[in-house]
Each structure stands twice: as structure tokens, then as C-alpha cells.
């Protein structure tokens, strides 16, 4: 008796995990999928059976839609919020006795209506940098633009310290903090920083080119490839995933000739490369600006004269070309595509061809779990839609609005990056 109890229970679920949910039923599961960290291999994981069970569930018309990016809305506005002025710890509680980790520094909090966000990153090196020093550079001149500015601190003092140790999940934490914090327009992000932060602003700006308008890096560079010669180390090239993912974000540069500390060879190369990559493929807006006579120091005119060449820049979500070679396994979504296992050795570009309704990919190499995300600013969804990748047609017919993919790309509080439907980029066994 007890085993047929357990077989019909048993029945029981795996039907009903089979039915298309209810709108009541999936409404329940968003706050158990926004809760993850698919960032984890974890995280993902349990995602990926929470986001099927939603693909089933359709939003044909425009009022559906707008309707589930309401209820998106609401949940996000139930997430962890930051303080809004002050020297903070984003973990752990000093009353409760638990260790404090992840300090930031935020000043211009009290603005009711900030016209945009700088992410101020700090200089240092192996056991040295803190949060103080680009709050002191920085805060003056977000003032001056009207801009809150959040000064995170590295969570562990090394060498290229906004890259280790999960120093950079921290700092897309804070970004997605403050849009819940502030009505900051997600189209006004910027990343800026000296030294050791001007190599974060660098990477960070690369890695997540999708989630900022501009980067300011300050005497600080991309790391460098080198090639051992009998003349001594020659720069080759820039470390992957940086140069490449800039196509749609502006980048201004500051270098002095005579920094001891970060000699000019780096940041000319790298600006080098942005060159070559404009050349090929369009876009990569950039200004270098080089003088000598300045060591270490920030350039003349101080961190107002460099934040005033990227102040009037806004970000495109949407951009008709997408240049991307993958740095992350867990950065997924970069604009109007997403990658479920990201191949760090492929650079992509894919372009909108809305004359035809198609998306023309290029990448040499193979691209299963490619897919486009669409919805009436990238193509029109009431027409068949083609996805071309190296010249082979790999997909057309109609893209099916769904509560899956709508959901997938809700995991940030950034409106401007939710998509209602995606289509394959790559063909299906």
C-alpha cells in the first residue's frame, strides 16, 4: 500500500512538472530564481531546471509582458539596498559578531536624483590600497557631474587585485545595489580608476561592456603579453577578453611619460590594439591622452579634467554591432546575447541586418548554446527571423515570446537588458 502511495506521488509530481505552469505557479518560482547566484556553479545549475519550467509559459501580447516586467520590478525592489552615504561593509555585522568584508566608501548619496553612478576604483599592489585614496580623488568630481560615487575596496590586497579573489562579483554586486538604491539610469555607469585601479577599469569596463557608458582609467593599464628577446621583455599583445569587448563603450585614457611607477609602454600598446580593432570593426570611440612631466601623479586639472571626457556619454544596450571575446565563464548575457558556456578562446562579432530581420554572427569556431535574445528593439518579432553564423543559415522561423528568457535576463535590477524571447545561434543536434 505504501509503495503504491509513493509510485502515484511520484506520478503525481513528474506530470505535473511536464503541464505548463500556471501564471500564479510561476509567479512563485521568481523569487527562489532571483535568489541564486548563477554566477556559482551551483547557483547556475539550479537555475537552469527553473528557467525551463518558465520557457513554458508564453507572453504573446505586449500588455503580458509589460505586465511580468512589473512583477520583475517589484522583486528587485526587495533586494539589498546600500547605504547611502558613509564608510560601509557590504558582509558580516559587528553587533552579531560576524567578520566584516567588502568595504566601500559612498559620498553624493543624498541626491535625490543622481544623474549617474561612477564605480571609483583604487591604486595599490600586493598588501597595499584602500578605498580612502579614490574616495579623495573621486568624490570632488562626481560632485561636479552630479553622480553618485562608490568607492569599493579590493577584498584581497594582490597585484591585480580587481580580478582576484571575487573582488569583481563585489563590484557588479555594488553596481546592481545602487540602480536598487538610486533612480540611477543604468545608461550612465561608469568605471574609473588610478594605478592599480586604472588596470580595473580597464578590465572590469571589458569584462561587463553590456553594464557601462564609458571607463576613465588613470595611469594604470591592461596587463601587458610580453616576449622574452635578447633586446630585453617586448610587449606582444593585451591579455584576452579586453580590447576586442570595447567596441560600444568610450574609453579615455591618462598617461604620463615619466611614470616610474606605470611606464607608458602598456597603455600605448593598448591603445594601440583599440586602434587596430576600430579599423577592423568600427566603433571602439576612444581619447588618449599622454603629456609628460607628471610621474605617478593624477593629470593636470585633476580627476574633474579626465571624468569631463567621459561625462556626456551614455550607454547603447542595444547596439547594432556586438564585438565579444568571453574573459568569464559566469558572464553570460553581453547585450542581445547570451552564452551558456562561454568560450574564452572565441571572439565574436554578430551584427543586426534589419533589412533582412537577421543576425549575421562571425566566429571560426563552434558556438553551441549561442543564443540571440530579441524583442522590438533588436528585430521584428511578428516576421521570421534568420541567424546566420559563418555564412551557414542555422536558424529561421518565428521567435515565441516566453516567461523564461524574460526571466534569464532579470537577474539584475537593469531594465534596459531584459529580452522576451532568444532563438538559437548554432544548429540543434
Given at each position: 500500500?505504501?509503495?503504491?502511495?509513493?509510485?502515484?506521488c511520484?506520478?503525481?509530481?513528474?506530470?505535473?512538472?511536464?503541464?505548463?505552469?500556471?501564471?500564479?505557479?510561476?509567479?512563485?518560482?521568481?523569487?527562489?530564481?532571483?535568489?541564486?547566484d548563477?554566477r556559482?556553479?551551483?547557483?547556475?545549475?539550479?537555475?537552469?531546471?527553473?528557467?525551463?519550467?518558465l520557457?513554458?509559459?508564453?507572453?504573446?501580447?505586449?500588455?503580458?509582458?509589460?505586465?511580468?516586467?512589473?512583477?520583475?520590478?517589484?522583486?528587485?525592489?526587495?533586494?539589498?539596498?546600500?547605504?547611502r552615504?558613509?564608510?560601509?561593509?557590504?558582509?558580516?555585522?559587528?553587533?552579531?559578531?560576524?567578520?566584516?568584508?567588502?568595504?566601500?566608501?559612498v559620498?553624493?548619496?543624498?541626491?535625490?536624483?543622481?544623474?549617474?553612478?561612477?564605480?571609483?576604483?583604487?591604486?595599490?599592489?600586493?598588501?597595499?590600497?584602500?578605498?580612502?585614496?579614490?574616495?579623495?580623488a573621486?568624490?570632488?568630481?562626481?560632485?561636479?557631474?552630479?553622480?553618485?560615487?562608490?568607492?569599493?575596496?579590493?577584498?584581497?590586497?594582490?597585484?591585480?587585485?580587481?580580478?582576484?579573489?571575487?573582488?569583481?562579483?563585489?563590484?557588479?554586486?555594488?553596481v546592481?545595489?545602487?540602480?536598487?538604491?538610486?533612480?540611477?539610469?543604468?545608461?550612465?555607469?561608469?568605471?574609473?580608476?588610478?594605478?592599480?585601479?586604472?588596470?580595473?577599469?580597464?578590465?572590469l569596463?571589458?569584462?561587463?561592456?553590456?553594464?557601462?557608458?564609458?571607463?576613465?582609467?588613470?595611469a594604470?593599464?591592461?596587463?601587458?603579453?610580453?616576449?622574452?628577446?635578447?633586446?630585453?621583455?617586448?610587449?606582444?599583445?593585451?591579455q584576452?577578453?579586453?580590447?576586442?569587448?570595447?567596441?560600444?563603450?568610450?574609453?579615455?585614457?591618462?598617461?604620463?611619460?615619466?611614470?616610474?611607477?606605470?611606464?607608458?609602454?602598456?597603455?600605448?600598446?593598448?591603445?594601440?590594439?583599440?586602434?587596430?580593432?576600430?579599423?577592423?570593426?568600427?566603433?571602439?570611440?576612444?581619447?588618449?591622452?599622454?603629456?609628460?612631466?607628471?610621474?605617478?601623479?593624477?593629470?593636470?586639472?585633476?580627476?574633474?579634467?579626465?571624468?569631463?571626457?567621459?561625462?556626456p556619454?551614455?550607454?547603447?544596450?542595444?547596439?547594432?554591432?556586438?564585438?565579444?571575446?568571453?574573459?568569464?565563464?559566469?558572464?553570460?548575457?553581453?547585450?542581445?546575447?547570451?552564452?551558456?558556456?562561454?568560450s574564452?578562446?572565441?571572439?565574436?562579432?554578430?551584427?543586426?541586418?534589419?533589412?533582412?530581420?537577421?543576425?549575421?554572427?562571425?566566429?571560426?569556431?563552434?558556438?553551441?548554446?549561442?543564443?540571440?535574445?530579441?524583442?522590438?528593439r533588436?528585430?521584428?518579432?511578428?516576421?521570421?527571423?534568420?541567424?546566420?553564423?559563418?555564412?551557414?543559415?542555422?536558424?529561421?522561423?518565428?521567435?515565441s515570446?516566453?516567461?523564461?528568457?524574460?526571466?534569464?535576463?532579470?537577474l539584475?535590477?537593469?531594465?534596459?537588458?531584459?529580452?522576451?524571447?532568444?532563438?538559437?545561434?548554432?544548429?540543434?543536434?
Amino acid at each position: 500500500m505504501k509503495r503504491t502511495l509513493a509510485l502515484c506521488c511520484l506520478v503525481s509530481a513528474l506530470a505535473a512538472q511536464d503541464r505548463p505552469l500556471t501564471a500564479r505557479e510561476a509567479e512563485k518560482l521568481l523569487p527562489e530564481l532571483l535568489a541564486l547566484d548563477v554566477r556559482t556553479p551551483d547557483g547556475f545549475a539550479k537555475s537552469q531546471g527553473l528557467l525551463e519550467r518558465l520557457r513554458g509559459v508564453p507572453l504573446p501580447s505586449a500588455r503580458e509582458q509589460k505586465d511580468w516586467k512589473k512583477k520583475f520590478e517589484k522583486l528587485w525592489g526587495k533586494g539589498r539596498e546600500l547605504e547611502r552615504s558613509g564608510d560601509n561593509w557590504f558582509w558580516g555585522d559587528e553587533k552579531k559578531k560576524e567578520p566584516r568584508r567588502g568595504r566601500y566608501i559612498v559620498a553624493g548619496g543624498d541626491a535625490k536624483k543622481p544623474k549617474g553612478l561612477l564605480i571609483a576604483m583604487h591604486g595599490g599592489g600586493v598588501g597595499s590600497g584602500d578605498a580612502d585614496s579614490s574616495i579623495g580623488a573621486y568624490q570632488s568630481a562626481a560632485n561636479a557631474f552630479g553622480w553618485v560615487v562608490i568607492a569599493p575596496e579590493v577584498l584581497e590586497k594582490t597585484e591585480r587585485g580587481w580580478t582576484d579573489s571575487g573582488t569583481e562579483e563585489f563590484v557588479l554586486d555594488l553596481v546592481d545595489c545602487a540602480l536598487r538604491t538610486w533612480p540611477i539610469d543604468p545608461d550612465r555607469v561608469y568605471f574609473a580608476g588610478h594605478s592599480m585601479g586604472g588596470y580595473g577599469s580597464w578590465a572590469l569596463g571589458a569584462h561587463h561592456a553590456d553594464r557601462v557608458a564609458a571607463i576613465a582609467p588613470s595611469a594604470g593599464a591592461p596587463t601587458p603579453i610580453l616576449e622574452r628577446t635578447p633586446e630585453g621583455d617586448k610587449i606582444v599583445d593585451i591579455q584576452e577578453g579586453i580590447v576586442p569587448n570595447l567596441r560600444n563603450v568610450f574609453v579615455s585614457v591618462y598617461q604620463s611619460l615619466d611614470d616610474p611607477n606605470v611606464p607608458p609602454g602598456p597603455n600605448q600598446f593598448a591603445v594601440l590594439r583599440v586602434r587596430e580593432a576600430q579599423a577592423k570593426w568600427g566603433g571602439f570611440e576612444h581619447h588618449y591622452w599622454e603629456i609628460d612631466g607628471m610621474g605617478h601623479g593624477l593629470p593636470p586639472g585633476g580627476t574633474v579634467a579626465h571624468l569631463e571626457k567621459i561625462a556626456p556619454r551614455v550607454r547603447q544596450p542595444v547596439p547594432e554591432r556586438i564585438v565579444w571575446q568571453p574573459a568569464l565563464g559566469w558572464k553570460r548575457q553581453l547585450h542581445w546575447l547570451y552564452w551558456e558556456r562561454p568560450s574564452t578562446t572565441t571572439t565574436l562579432v554578430a551584427d543586426l541586418d534589419r533589412g533582412a530581420n537577421a543576425v549575421r554572427i562571425s566566429a571560426g569556431k563552434p558556438v553551441e548554446g549561442l543564443h540571440v535574445l530579441l524583442d522590438e528593439r533588436v528585430l521584428d518579432l511578428s516576421k521570421e527571423i534568420a541567424v546566420v553564423v559563418d555564412e551557414v543559415e542555422v536558424f529561421r522561423g518565428k521567435a515565441s515570446p516566453e516567461l523564461g528568457t524574460l526571466a534569464l535576463t532579470s537577474l539584475h535590477p537593469d531594465a534596459k537588458l531584459q529580452f522576451v524571447a532568444r532563438v538559437p545561434a548554432f544548429r540543434a543536434p
